[in-house]
């Protein structure tokens, strides 16, 4: 079956530096979530967004942004990288807000 | 805001049950149960929704209480694949289609032979 796939797996970013995350959600999935997770930590909510609408926003930095594309595809923009960010990322689809989510296999962001 | 779990960790030996909560301070809608290895993606085991509904794998039971905003995961004949960490993840939200979840903090389970 498919799964959710994020590109890329691991990332090395200087600091100040930009990045960019993507996320393929299942088939039919229509809403999409995007997770921080630092080393030892609970996975902390970014955002979401249904029907390509951002549906809900948690403890996302401004210098962070996320959209999602015609094609349900996501992005996680992420601008003037600091020490902090490093940490696994994962993006997350479900078949409507509320039902089980499918969790990507994550990248992992390395600030230096 | 944050659902506390407990245990923080638990041992087991093979064969071994454990039940691991979770209670949240606010009124829930729906309770998520995830198992995630060292370095991998959670892994989804269960949901529970307010009304008594549930959808999970066979093997993996847990209880919903509405009224004290708990939920707990029980883990019977532990066998070594059941070793990672738990979470459970609450959507606080009644009538929303964010599924935004809030995750607990962990409970980690090791199984020894």
């Known amino acids: 079956a498919a799964g959710v796939i994020q590109s890329p797996r691991h990332l090395i970013k200087e600091k100040r530096e930009t990045a960019t995350l993507k996320c393929y959600p299942i088939?039919?999935?229509?809403?999409v979530y995007w997770y921080q997770q630092g080393p030892g930590q609970d996975p902390q909510f970014l955002i979401s967004f249904y029907e390509k609408m951002q549906s809900d926003k948690g403890s996302i930095p401004d210098r962070f942004s996320a959209q999602q594309f015609s094609d349900y595809h996501s992005e996680l923009n992420m601008s003037s990288l600091e020490l902090g960010d490093s940490a696994l990322y994962f993006c997350?689809?479900?078949?409507?807000?509320?039902?089980?989510?499918?969790f990507g296999q994550g990248t992992r962001l390395t600030v230096v | 805001q944050q659902p506390v779990q407990s245990p923080q960790a638990v041992i087991l030996r093979e064969g071994e049950d454990a039940v691991i909560n979770c209670s949240s301070s606010k009124a829930l809608y729906s309770v998520h149960w995830y198992r995630q290895k060292h370095g991998e993606a959670p892994v989804f085991l269960m949901i529970l929704l307010k009304g008594g509904e549930q959808k999970g794998h066979d093997k993996i039971s847990a209880s919903f209480n509405e009224k004290k905003q708990q939920s707990s995961l029980y883990l019977t004949a532990s066998q070594l694949s059941y070793s990672g960490t738990y979470f459970c993840?609450?959507?606080?939200?009644?009538?929303?289609?964010?599924?935004?979840?809030?995750f607990g903090q962990g409970t980690t389970l090791q199984v020894k032979p």
């Open positions: 088939p039919r999935h229509d809403t």
């Open positions: 993840g609450t959507d606080p939200y009644g009538s929303s289609n964010t599924g935004k979840l809030i």
């Open positions: 997350a689809s479900s078949l409507g807000g509320g039902s089980e989510a499918f």
